[in-house]
């Protein structure tokens, strides 16, 4: 193991070593917590730039990645079967290096500022709450205690408090990424990926005792975070029995043993189920590969288990960005890229098989299906939670389609540019929110609740707060595609570029969804802001801390620049400039099968261009040139009438799987496994047993009573005289048991050595 | 190996309960006048328990280290630490022979966790505490007996004298409501289980000892020496003129289920919850966290290792009753309004994972299924001293009652996570070395056995995802939300030094075994290597 192949290993270690040290050193300190923390993401950010230049700078890394390993769980009969944990730099993973630490250290020191200052309102139970939080930090005594409509009482509560802690847990996060980005192998891989599942968990809920005054049935962090893992769980566990699968059938859970040995790809080629005609055509790969390709449903957020990461917005922002951006939706996408050789088992380049046909499927329906809902959303990180989803569907197409490299690519552009936008969405909230305390001492008066997150309420901040709109602009074009300037606009062209020449199906799908993304962009944008402000609160809007601002410019930066590793390299001009497509070349090394180089045609890219510039041209005709009045309804509200009630209602998914799933297994396990099979029947059955006992014993004593009485009384008499003598025995008094119990056990203790070595 | 390791980790806790019997009675003495004689007395007692299981518990350390040692360096014999052979009684070919090997050394140590961190959460116990520690000891002296015995008879000798004090530290020091019912149940169930199984231990005694096997005793080496003769698959007439029959195949289940109602299994499950929910928390700790372990280890030990053509029979169809625990113990476990009861039925469901890791007949499978007696043990144990610390302060265990108990006893917050991460089978904690290990065994099962155990695999994934439901929720109900002072009596107030002490240790070992698998995981392996090459597994 040389030193590079030692930095590998120690990529995830110094964001581990900041959780254990905050949590067990420093937590009492909120300064120095901060430190440790970004002191830590930078120092692995460091580890990940030299080992990513290295990287980029060797021949041939796909054929020679740089790999150490050793074992972890011995398994099976033989060395070969049991599991090696290694770690494992191939371009793919060298691709995470550049893009994760980035992100993460930019949401690190986001967090500092973010985390700073702020509110919430909390309930307070048993009237008199106080005393309760009698000398636990960050309580505030400052406010008074009000009742809401629900009949609460509620007080606020310093969103400070636990600011170690949220800097401990973030730690944690980002390495349980890192260590699913290094990881040679699929087990490895799954432990970063449930470290990250827990962490959401802790996060999204992290404002635990968080509650809404006057909405009483909105969801609470508290269940947001529920609602994350347990989704994200379902999935979790299907995934797990691929992998399961996998590892009896091949014997090994290593990448490389797999997707680099042909002989084992192609044994994965044999039918799944030989017996079932219906299934025959479905390989063992292809199989495999749709479970782990479930995992990725939840964890990405994909349609239909999508329904945990709008609700997963109750955390703050920053951890939105992390997870919505850097790390945990981008590891699904991840894995599916990194499984690309099983979940296209039986692909040659042409004939879709039946995996890849769903993968597409629901990769590109999602694109669509939630970019409508984006259209109609009030809050301003729902709409960008519904875009995160959406955009991950157009990478899980491009996976559908063999175009890997082109998903690759847009999971880099789009992790950076929307870690720019949900922090944009962040210094927007906080604006507002220093806004509405500001507009308070000046003597205006605010509802309870009042949304600070709600783009009605907002308006006019274009003048407060400048850096943030710029950069949140320059989020927002290149999530819209906006041509040649921009990130996003390269990797969504290649992706739309490879629809176009091999699925025009998921082409027309992803098209009009690229459409709706610029147009509910550029009324995000608008609506934020354009125009004159709509509330006091955006009215006196500040944000000046440098921590938050600081991240904002140095992501724009790669928003702008990040795309240009990946022009076609036919593309005029900018095509030969930029080095010939380096992103493809370089990515498309880290399968056996080098992907064919997709020839440039112009069709796709004009169609693309006129599609983003005209949804941008649309948004910007209704939200900007005209901006909404205070007080004014949405103009799209007209427009689409009852379609716009289901598409803010999400289309009542949520209310479905209540309906449809919730409450009948409840209902299930209840009623049905609990009070009827185990309480009704199995119980029965005993309670019954015994009462027949009991029964028999009551006619037997009659019996003895009635029939065998008088000429056996004698008997009797003596008999009891016998138990009269006998009952002292039986007197509960423990100690008396014990006596007895002991002295049995040393007569036989006593017998024992009598007949071992007296006798 | 001259020194008696074996015995002595046994006998200790009899000593403790000796001692414990001689020492002067403090109820004896007038509360007002010698009050603090009493309170020295009671000290005493505790003292003297927690030193005894400290002992036991230092000595099953070694002993899991140096049977891992022996592995590693090649050593092939069957058992270590062997002390006996000697006879017992000869006429009836009853002998004392103790020994362990990479199965039971894990739970001899799982039996010193749970029984010292057991007495380090009753220190509290006022009531008669000479009386509950003595029983406590002949309680964990059976438990001891059970995993290190070598003898049938003498398995079930110490099976039986686990039992008894059970039943009266149950309806004794239990909660009052359930007490004696819960007793009862628990003390029926477990002995018919035991009766039928003792039963067919000794018709296969006597069919090898008809069969002309040489000084035939109840020794497990005699027993073998028998099975590999063959004498358990020779085919006997059935009465009334019925047919023929295989011993093996026709004793297997009554021997395999009768040991498996202390393994909770399917539809012999019910003595369990209630019998956790009525015991005072050490026993519940014992209970579930290494009775029910007797069960699935006899089971394999008597049954699977002693009849392998009868588990070949009979586990195929047997794996449906513990995809049933898995999966039904675990919504039950979700819909309960008693802390406890969740405790209690999740016990059943993840037993089940253990029966099933027998029934995939491979090595794969019952490594894992090894793993998970420990896992499952320390980890109930962890759970049950968390409602108890709980309880002991609330006095409710109703759900919808607590809330916010994160604010007063953090530290019990955090080992119930812990606890609950394991549970779920969290990668790093060693709930997952347990569990992974099983569904791939089972996959395996799928293609050498029979198809429908991957399908078997599928369904009980519903047993993992509901145990994350009920264990969010029970954090999210219990351990955070808002805490209400107005709502309880006493001050509720955080857990004493012991508490956590004892907290501290089960949680160390769920993290080390699930860090460091290869601390545990190669030992089990070897252990149950020879189990599997007898059923075609390995």
């Known amino acids: 193991m040389d030193t590079l192949e030692l930095l590998v290993w120690l990529i995830p270690l110094p964001p581990l070593l900041a959780f254990l040290i905050i949590l067990l050193v420093t937590r009492g300190n909120k300064l120095l917590s901060d430190i440790v923390a970004v002191a830590a993401i930078l120092g692995t950010w460091g580890l990940s730039l030299t080992v990513f230049f290295n990287a980029i700078s060797t021949e041939h890394l796909g054929e020679h990645p740089l790999r150490a390993a050793f074992t972890w769980l011995p398994l099976g009969e033989s060395v070969e079967t049991s599991f090696q944990i290694g770690a494992m730099v191939d371009p793919l993973t060298a691709v995470m290096l550049f893009f994760v630490p980035l992100t993460a250290s930019m949401i690190f020191i986001y967090s500092t500022g973010y985390m700073a200052t702020g509110h919430y309102w909390t309930e307070i139970k048993g009237g008199h709450g106080h005393d309760d939080h009698a000398g636990e930090e960050g309580d505030d005594h400052g406010h008074e205690m009000v009742v809401d409509s629900a009949g609460r009482n509620l007080v606020r509560f310093d969103a400070t408090a636990w600011k170690a802690r949220f800097m401990a847990l973030i730690a944690l996060f980002a390495s349980g990424m890192l260590l699913l980005s290094v990881a040679d192998n699929l ?60 590892y009896s059938y091949t014997g090994t859970l290593s990448f490389r043993e797999i997707m680099y040995n042909e002989a084992m790809l192609h044994a994965l080629e044999s039918s799944a189920f030989p017996n079932i005609v219906a299934l025959s055509t479905l390989t063992v790969g292809g199989v495999i590969g749709l479970l782990l390709f479930a995992g990725a449903v939840g964890k990405s957020a994909q349609f239909p288990l999508h329904t945990w990461l709008p609700d997963a917005m109750e955390g703050p922002t920053p951890v939105s960005a992390m997870i919505h951006a850097a790390t945990m939706v981008s590891a699904g996408v991840y894995m599916i890229i990194r499984m690309y050789p099983i979940i296209s088992t039986g692909f040659h380049g042409h004939g879709f098989t039946p995996t890849m046909q769903i993968v597409a499927g629901i990769g590109a329906f999602t694109a669509l299906f939630s970019a409508t809902i984006a259209v109609a959303q009030r809050d301003i990180k729902k709409v960008l939670a519904y875009s995160t989803i959406s955009q991950l569907g157009y990478m899980v197409a491009a996976v559908g389609i063999g175009a890997y490299v082109a998903a690759a690519f847009h999971l880099m552009t789009h992790a950076i540019f929307k870690a720019l936008l949900f922090m944009g969405s962040g210094s927007v909230i906080h604006a507002v929110e220093h806004g509405e305390e500001h507009a308070h001492h000046h003597g205006h008066h605010f509802p309870i609740d009042f949304d600070a997150q709600d783009m009605f309420n907002m308006g006019g901040l274009w003048k407060r707060i400048p850096v943030t709109a710029w950069t949140f602009l320059i989020g927002g074009l290149a999530l819209s595609g906006f041509p040649l300037v921009t990130a996003g606009f390269w990797s969504k062209d290649e992706i739309l570029a490879d629809a176009f020449a091999h699925a025009p199906a998921v082409f027309v799908v992803l098209a009009i969804a690229a459409f709706l993304t610029a147009f509910y962009t550029m009324r995000q944008i608008g609506l934020t802001f354009a125009g004159e402000p709509r509330t006091h609160a955006a009215e006196e809007a500040t944000q000046t801390d440098w921590r938050m601002n600081l991240p904002l410019i140095i992501l724009a930066f790669f928003a702008i620049t990040a795309g240009f590793v990946g022009v076609h390299q036919d593309f005029p001009v900018l095509g030969r400039l930029l080095g010939e497509n380096p992103f493809h070349h370089f990515v498309g090394g880290a399968l056996l ?63 479905l799987y209540d309906w449809a799933v919730i409450r009948p297994s409840m209902w299930f396990a209840e009623k049905f496994v609990y009070l009827f099979i185990d309480r009704g029947i199995i119980d029965g059955i005993l309670h019954f047993i015994a009462r027949s006992v009991e029964w028999m014993a009551f006619r037997n004593k009659d019996f003895d009573t009635h029939v065998i009485n008088g000429g056996a009384d004698q008997v009797v008499e003596g008999i009891g005289g016998l138990s009269d003598s006998f009952k002292y025995v039986q007197s509960g008094r423990v100690q008396q048991y014990l006596a007895v119990a002991v002295a049995g056990l040393l007569m036989l203790v006593g017998v024992f050595v009598w007949t071992l070595f007296l006798r | 190996m001259d020194f008696p390791f074996l015995t002595v980790i046994t006998f200790i806790p009899v000593l403790a309960a000796v001692v414990l019997f001689l020492m002067p009675d403090e109820t004896k003495l007038d509360p007002r006048a010698d009050m603090a004689r009493i309170t020295t007395l009671k000290t005493g007692y505790r003292s003297v328990a927690a030193a005894a299981t400290f002992i036991s518990l230092l000595l099953g350390l070694w002993i899991f280290f140096a049977v891992n040692q022996f592995y590693n360096s090649g050593e092939t014999s069957l058992f270590f630490f062997e002390d006996g052979r000697w006879n017992w009684v000869p006429q009836l070919g009853i002998g004392y022979h103790m020994g362990v090997d990479g199965i039971s050394a894990p739970m001899v140590l799982l039996t010193g966790l749970a029984s010292f961190t057991g007495v380090l959460i009753s220190w509290g116990i006022d009531d008669r505490p000479r009386e509950f520690f003595a029983f406590f000891m002949l309680l964990v002296a059976g438990v001891y007996g059970v995993f290190v015995a070598l003898d049938v008879f003498l398995l079930f000798f110490f099976y ?67 099975r590999d003769a063959g ?18 195949k026709t004793w297997f289940p009554f021997i395999f289920i009768g040991f498996g109602i202390l393994a909770g299994i399917f539809p012999f499950h019910n003595w369990s919850p209630d019998g956790h929910v009525a015991a005072p928390t050490a026993v519940s700790m014992i209970h579930a966290g290494v009775l029910m372990k007797l069960g699935a280890y006899s089971a394999l030990r008597v049954a699977v290792m002693l009849l392998p053509e009868g588990a070949k029979t009979h586990l195929p169809w047997m794996v449906f009753l513990t995809l049933i625990n898995v999966v039904y113990g675990s919504m039950i476990a979700m819909v309960q309004r008693d802390f406890k009861y969740v405790i209690g039925f999740s016990s059943v469901s993840h037993m089940g994972l253990v029966s099933m890791g027998w029934a995939t007949m491979n090595l794969t499978g019952m490594t894992g299924a090894g793993i998970q007696m420990f896992s499952h043990g320390v980890m109930t144990a962890l759970f ?51 569990e992974f290990p099983i569904f791939v065994g089972m996959w395996q099962a799928g293609q050498t056995i029979a198809p429908y155990y991957a399908v078997i695999a599928i369904i009980s994934a519903i047993g993992i995802v509901v145990t994350a439901a009920y264990v969010l929720r029970i954090v999210q109900r219990i351990f955070f939300g808002e805490f209400d002072p107005s709502k309880w009596h006493d001050e ?37 290597e020879p189990i599997a090459r007898l059923l075609g597994g390995a």
Request: hydrophobic share 55%.
């Open chain 2, 492 to 528: 509720i107030t955080d857990v004493t030094v012991l508490d956590k002490l004892a907290l501290g240790i089960l949680v160390t070992w769920l993290i080390l075994v699930g860090v460091f698998p290869s601390i545990m995981q190669p030992m089990v392996s070897a252990g149950l």
């Open chain 2, 384 to 434: 049950f001293a968390s409602v108890g610390m709980v309880y002991d302060r609330a006095h409710t265990r109703d759900i919808p009652s607590l809330g916010g108990f994160w604010h007063r006893m953090p530290v019990v917050a955090l080992a119930f996570i812990v606890g609950g991460l394991v549970s779920m089978g969290m990668p790093g904690f060693s709930g997952f070395v347990a």
């Open chain 1, 593 to 655: 099968e080098h992907p064919e180089t997709l020839a440039f045609s112009f069709t796709p890219l004009i169609l693309s261009i006129v599609i983003a510039l005209s949804g941008l041209l649309v948004g910007w005709l209704i939200y900007v040139r005209k901006p909404l009045a205070a007080g004014q309804e949405d103009p799209l509200k007209k427009l689409l009438g009852p379609i716009h009630t289901l598409l803010e209602n999400k289309y009542y998914m949520d209310e």
């Open chain 2, 160 to 226: 039986e004298l686990a039992i008894f004090p059970m039943y009266v530290l149950i309806a004794t020091w239990g909660w009052k409501v359930t007490r004696e019912y819960g007793a009862m149940k628990l003390t029926l169930y477990i002995l018919v289980g035991s009766v039928v199984a003792l039963v067919g231990v000794i018709a296969m005694y006597f069919v090898a000892k008809d069969a002309g096997i040489a000084d035939m005793t109840f020794d497990m080496v005699d027993f073998m020496r028998a």
């Open chain 1, 187 to 246: 087990l490895l891989l799954f432990i970063g990926w449930e470290i990250m599942g827990f962490c959401s968990y802790a996060l999204i809920g992290f404002w635990h005792n968080r509650v809404y005054p006057n909405q009483p049935k909105r969801i609470t962090p508290m269940f947001a975070g529920i609602k994350a893992f347990m989704t994200t769980r379902v999935a979790d566990v299907i995934m797990l029995l691929g992998i399961a699968w996998l």
């Open chain 2, 231 to 248: 004498v358990y698959d020779r085919t006997f007439d059935l009465p009334l003129g019925l047919g023929l029959a295989t011993f093996a």
